[in-house]
Each structure stands twice: as C-alpha cells, then as structure tokens.
C-alpha cells in the first residue's frame, strides 16, 4: 500500500507569509506525528495526534504554529506569519498502534520549507 | 531534560567491515528503542526496533540494549557502500519519540 505522503515537497514564503503543510499517513494508521528537522540535526518533536485527537502539543516552539486532524487522517501543520528561522524539514510519520504509545512510526518524504 | 546523544562523526569504515555505531539516552525509564537510516535529502527509514535487553538481529543489522547503562548500539556488519547515511537513535520517553542528532557513516569502497 501506499506510504505516508506529504505535500507540497517545497515551499518557498516571504517572511510573514502563512503556509500550510499537508500529511496523508498511512491508511488505516491511527497516531500521526509532526516534526522539524533543521540540517544536520535529528527531527525535533512538534506534535501528535490519535485519531482526530491532538493529545500532545507540547513541541510547537510558539503560538504561530498550529496542526489539526478533523477527520483523523489528513492532517495539516500551519505555520501563521513565516520568520527566516522556520525554515526547516517538516516530517509527518504515522503508526498504526493506537493508545499513548507510537511504536514504530514510518515517515513521509517532509516538506523543505525556506523562508526568505 | 529528555536527552538522545550519539557522535555526530563521520564515521568511517572500509568495504566489509564492521561498522559500530552508539546512542546514549537519559530517561532510566524508557522501554523502546529505534534505529533509522537517513539518506541525505531523504526522510528516516525504520531499520530496527528493540524492547529487550540483549541483542536483536535482522540481517546485516544487529542492534544491542543495555538499559542499566541506558546504552543502545546498531552493528552492521560487511558495510557496503551503499550503507553511508546518517544513522538516528530514536527513544520512547514518556510519551515523546526523542530523536538523537544522527551519526553520519561513511562505508568506503
């Protein structure tokens, strides 16, 4: 089946601009996961969902950045009013394990956001 | 502080070798432990998992819990060139997936 997929693979904003980053996990999978990956560092935690259910947040670095999952599959990031240090790797994973513990997750190819 | 650390590198090892790469982590309490393999440009791709003390093996690939020292290492033995990537070491604390800052390997031919 298919994997996790996320568009758009790049994106180019302004510095103020607002962008919205899509997730499509793996069918059936119930957790999804965000994460910022800046360049040569690991992928940090940004957020996590179970099902429609935003149960951790605790890794959004400020109140621009927002996710959902209305229907408990695709989910959106935005980020609300761009700054240059954005500009990062933002990855989704899912896992099909449901409950407070992700067990292994698969992730999407990310999204290169840039901010100029 | 929730903490995965690992030796950036490079690592480098020869065609056929050994190839020993280790992650440190600081919660006593975590359970699960995670290896992927990130090509650059690419996303993170599972190689293993691993819940138990002792050794798991999956191919090429063997991957070592110790959670008294709070020490996990991945061996991939008869390194291909193929295998240079960077290597993650991710952790389950509480309720977080905690990723190291990868070791980057370099296999050469």
């Known amino acids: 089946g298919a994997g996790v997929s996320q568009s758009p693979r790049y994106k180019v904003a302004k510095r103020g601009q607002d962008v919205a980053l899509r997730c499509d996990p793996i069918s059936g999978h119930v957790s999804l996961f965000w994460y910022q990956q800046a360049l040569g560092q690991g992928p940090e935690f940004l957020t996590y969902f179970q099902n429609e259910a935003q149960l951790d947040k605790s890794g959004l670095p400020s109140d621009r950045f927002f996710a959902e999952r209305p229907e408990g599959s695709v989910s959106t990031l935005k980020i609300q009013r761009t700054q240059q240090e954005d500009s990062a790797v933002y990855l989704c994973?899912?896992?099909?394990?449901?409950?407070?513990?992700?067990?292994?997750?698969?992730f999407g190819p990310g999204t290169r956001l840039t901010v100029t | 502080q929730k903490e995965v650390e690992q030796n950036s590198g490079p690592l480098s090892v020869p065609e056929g070798a050994i190839a020993s790469l280790n992650c440190t982590y600081s919660d006593r309490g975590s359970q699960s432990f995670f290896w992927y393999r990130q090509y650059s440009g690419k996303s993170p791709e599972l190689i293993m998992s691993i819940y138990s003390n002792g050794d798991k093996e999956d191919g090429r690939f063997t991957a070592q819990l110790n959670k008294a020292s709070q020490y996990v290492s991945l061996l991939i033995r008869d390194s291909q060139p193929s295998d240079s990537a960077t290597y993650l070491c991710?952790?389950?604390?509480?309720?977080?997936?905690?990723f190291g800052p990868g070791t980057r390997l370099s296999v050469l031919p």
């Open positions: 991710a952790v389950i604390m509480g309720q977080n997936f905690v």
């Open positions: 994973a899912s896992s099909f394990f449901p409950g407070s513990f992700p067990y292994e997750q698969y």
